[in-house]
């Protein structure tokens, strides 16, 4: 049973480091929600998905012709 345990956790943590858990690395999906005409250039040409979500910034090659690394949504929640 600790051999399968062991196992399994090898593979999420591998999953994990090719960006296959976390498609937005540490964003939530709703952060990257930008429509298309509000999305902030946060890249540059040939940007990586990989190299963009390093900088922070979402990624999503999904539509043409708008930046697909973007600036993502910031929190409008204020705390006391």
Known sequence: ???RALWLLLLVVALGSLGWADPYM???PSQCA???A???DC???RVTKEQCQNRGC???NSIR???WC???LQDTECTF
């Open 70 to 72: 973007f600036k993502a």
């Open 26 to 28: 540490g964003l939530s």
């Open 34 to 36: 930008v429509p298309a």
């Open 43 to 45: 890249g540059y040409p």
């Open 1 to 3: 049973m600790e051999t």
């Open 58 to 60: 979402c990624f999503d």
């Open 38 to 40: 509000e999305r902030v």
């Open 65 to 67: 012709n708008v930046p």
